[in-house]
């Protein structure tokens, strides 16, 4: 199969989750890219929970995100939590509220549905691949990968045995290994 046509079946399968996920979270009265930052949010980790993280995932602007944050925080769909370390960074955590309503939307249910008829191992294979495109697209575009931090060149073991970040000098909790970082950077 050509370049032209992976690429034509990509971008129908990107208009069809669009359109659904457009369409569900309509009903709650939220737009697409409100949806985004919270989907982001509820799979970020706590290093990345930023309105710059939102900003830079989404490719937006720092005031956008200002503005559709606001929107899930008045919704109560968001809230914000100042660092207990630095009190000049905020967090942004997605509630209860915001983890229900993504629930029903992320993934997309007909995705979901369209998916049972693939195989593990297809599905297996076909998730490798489709990282690695997305990995080379990124590169292409100079964008951050936000990949997950157990397969970052960061992550490693402290003395005690734990995930250890060693750019930034912290320990990972094993939730935190396992959710997508700002900061990532593929391992070789």
């Known amino acids: 199969m050509d370049a032209k046509e992976i690429h034509n079946y990509i971008e129908r399968l990107a208009n069809l989750l669009r359109n659904e996920i457009r369409q569900l979270g309509s009903t709650s009265g939220l737009l697409p890219v409100q949806l985004e930052a919270l989907h982001y949010l509820s799979i970020c980790n706590r290093f990345s929970d930023t309105s710059t993280g939102v900003a830079e995932y ?65 599905r297996r294979q076909m998730g490798d691949s489709l990282g690695l495109l997305l990995e080379r697209l990124q590169q292409a575009n100079g964008s951050r990968s936000f990949g997950v931090c157990r397969s970052c060149r960061y992550n490693g073991v402290d003395e005690d045995g734990g995930f250890y970040c060693n750019l930034i000098k912290a320990p990972l909790s094993g939730t935190d290994v396992q959710r997508v970082c700002r900061e990532h950077v593929r391992a070789a």
Not at 104 to 118: Q, R
């Open 58 to 122: 989404l490719g937006q602007t720092k005031g956008t995100v200002s503005q559709t944050l606001k929107v899930l925080e008045r919704k109560g769909l968001l809230e914000r939590r100042v660092d207990e370390a630095d009190k000049r960074v905020t967090h942004l955590k997605v509630t209860g509220a915001g983890e229900h309503l993504l629930s029903g939307i992320v993934p997309a249910p007909n995705f979901v549905k369209g998916l049972e008829v693939v195989g593990s191992e297809s």
